[in-house]
């Protein structure tokens, strides 16, 4: 397949915000705006959350369920971007990375400013994503084409980040269900997907050596300090949930758990 065409359609698609990157965010930001406030007055309430929970909680289910949201979107589609290089050889990530990818952007910043002060593994995942938004428009510039395999290498980063995002769900699931069957079932989709967490990992030290190779010294460095505090997080998330007994948390926390559906009423 000829790749001009795609190269230049790219480049123009990423000029086009980065010419109008102040106006790009302030519209990202106020649909964000919208989004939280139409979760918090339309879907929340239908949760059953309690009225006198506190506000910074209940925003706190908020946020998860619109990471649930962006999460599906940005991991079907970044592997969308992925599956067309593959299949074509022609690279169209930076139009993922510049349009879909500003999305997490958003949503980083919307957090780092409403919720401050952050718990300290959150800030770190808000300065590994800002870092790498700055890396790409401010630090060194966008005169060139990304190279192929940072760029592919990144946009599989966002897309996984995306996946834990929905597994993340947990979360919400197991503070309000009454159900010990159905967190166990959130419990089971948060440990099969981790993998994305730990090929995460992964993602990040090969580009700490890709760095490395093209003596790119800072980040080179950023790359692998992130490397070691996801791998660290990751392991904190993933051995409290695996750790996490649902039976027990109902017992303890629910006045009046539900009884358990039974498959077969007969037996």
């Known amino acids: 397949m000829e790749c001009s065409s795609v190269d230049i359609s790219v480049r123009q698609a990423v000029s086009f915000v980065l010419d109008r990157r102040l106006t790009y965010l302030l519209i990202l930001m106020t ?6 406030s139409a979760v918090d007055a339309r879907v929340l309430p239908k949760l059953g ?3 006198d929970l506190h506000e910074k909680r209940k925003h706190e289910f908020g946020v998860r369920l619109v990471q649930l949201i962006a999460g599906l979107l940005l991991s079907v589609s970044g592997y969308g971007f992925v599956l067309f290089y593959l ?3 022609c690279c169209a990530n930076e139009v993922y990375l510049f349009y879909f990818g500003s999305c997490m952007l958003a949503l980083d910043l919307h957090e780092w400013i409403r919720r401050w002060p952050l718990r300290l593994h959150v800030l770190g995942h808000h300065i590994a994503v800002f870092f790498l938004c700055l890396s790409m428009v401010e630090f060194d510039g966008y005169d060139n084409r ?4 940072r760029s592919t290498l990144i946009t599989m980063l966002v897309s996984n980040v995306s996946i834990t995002w929905v597994t993340d769900i947990f979360h919400v699931v197991f503070k309000l269900s009454k159900r010990p069957r159905t967190i166990k079932r959130a419990r089971l989709a948060f440990l099969v997907l981790a993998i994305f967490r730990l090929a995460n990992v992964g993602i990040l030290f090969t580009l700490a050596g890709y760095n490395f190779a093209k003596q790119a010294w800072p980040h080179a460095g950023v790359s692998t300090f992130f490397g070691f505090a996801y ?3 990751t392991y904190k998330a ?11 948390y109902v017992a303890r926390h629910c006045e009046d758990p539900m009884p358990e559906v039974v498959a077969n009423p007969r037996k």
């Not at 649909?31 to 939280?36: D, G, S, W």
């Not at 990304?146 to 395999?149: F, G, L, Q």
């Open 31 to 36: 649909l964000t705006n919208l989004l939280f």
């Open 49 to 51: 959350i309690r009225s």
């Open 231 to 233: 791998s660290y997080v």
């Open 238 to 248: 993933t051995s409290f949930v695996w750790w996490f007994d649902a039976d027990a």
């Open 146 to 149: 990304m190279a192929v395999e």
């Open 87 to 89: 299949l074509t050889g």
